[in-house]
């Protein structure tokens, strides 16, 4: 009897093992099947207190005037720096150093989009940026875009460049607007590159969709090289790329020097000239042939 009873009670337990584990393997899968809510990574935007000083460098008047504009996701980091000449410690009577805005760009590479003035712009043929002081706005500070707006007030016309970031992006969006004050002027928008490095040796090349350059050449863009990718053969592994939205723009020249280059883009006269996205990679590290598949197998994305 004592036996019988012992058995029974150990198959029992057995029973209730095998549920238990039955139970947990049910549990393990539903919660591998379930959906779980999933968190889009996110892009910050911070922008530096003013910094002034005396001037160190090659300008012709006695202050420095700089200020740091930071946009950032979990895989990359683009500083735009902006760099002004000016007469007094407050920004008065300012002048570009370097080209005709004094943006440049530093980060992520320190080379490829030129660290002391990757924006250039002209109105009407003149550089009417190179004698005004721009303020900076945080539009968005974290989410999953980051945005700034920088914004230039001058005799002949407002100019505002908006610059956004996606969290999971690896491109700088920017955007510009140009609002006439008197008669409308045709509008210049120039981005300048020094790609891989600064020093010798050289060997500058440019690749769009359908053809390989290098330089020196001087050309216009074909309405289907809405993408551009700059490189030199002796630093193959930091490149960077623009892509264009063709539709607003009258034409688009690229200026492959042996040393700089130069992507400019003429927006006929209006009252008010709003260009499309310009999208801008800084390609630091990454392989060539990656960096072609990547922005040259999208560049239907920048039309």
Not at 53 to 59: K, N
Not at 100 to 106: Q, T, Y
Not at 234 to 241: E, I
Request: hydrophobic share 40%.
């Amino acid at each position: 009897m004592l036996t019988a009873v012992l058995g029974l009670a150990l198959g029992c337990l057995a029973q209730d093992a095998r549920q238990a584990q039955g139970q947990a393997l049910l549990d393990e899968i539903r919660n591998a099947l379930e959906v779980k809510p999933t968190t889009a990574p996110a892009a910050a935007c911070t922008l530096s207190e003013v910094k002034t000083g005396a001037h160190r460098a090659h300008g012709t008047k006695p202050f420095d005037y700089n200020r740091s504009l930071a946009l950032r996701n979990p895989q990359i980091t683009y500083n735009l720096k902006y760099w002004m000449n000016t007469g007094t410690a407050a920004g008065e009577d300012p002048l570009a150093i370097e080209g005709s805005s004094g943006l440049g760009m530093d980060r992520p590479s320190g080379a490829n989009w030129y660290s002391n003035n990757f924006f250039e712009f002209e109105y009407g043929g003149k550089p009417i940026l190179k004698t005004a002081l721009a303020t900076f706005e945080v539009l968005s500070a974290d989410g999953p875009t980051a945005s700034a707006r920088v914004a230039w007030d001058t005799p002949a016309a407002t100019v505002t460049l908006n610059v956004e970031l996606e969290g999971a992006g690896d491109f700088l969006r920017l955007q510009c607007t140009v609002t006439a004050k008197g008669a409308p002027e045709d509008v210049t928008i120039g981005f300048r590159a020094y790609p891989g490095h600064t020093a010798a040796p050289r060997a500058r090349r440019a690749a769009t969709c359908r053809r390989e350059l290098t330089a020196p050449q001087k050309l216009t863009l074909g309405a289907d090289e809405a993408t551009v990718l700059l490189f030199d053969e002796f630093d193959p592994a930091t490149s960077c790329a623009l892509s264009f939205a063709t539709a607003s723009v009258r034409d688009g020249t690229l200026d492959l020097g042996e040393y700089g280059v130069t992507l400019s883009f003429r927006f006929p006269a209006a009252p008010v000239v709003k260009t499309g996205a310009f999208k801008l990679w800084d390609l630091d590290g990454v392989t060539l042939n990656t960096a072609m598949t990547r922005v040259l197998g999208n560049a239907e994305q920048g039309k």
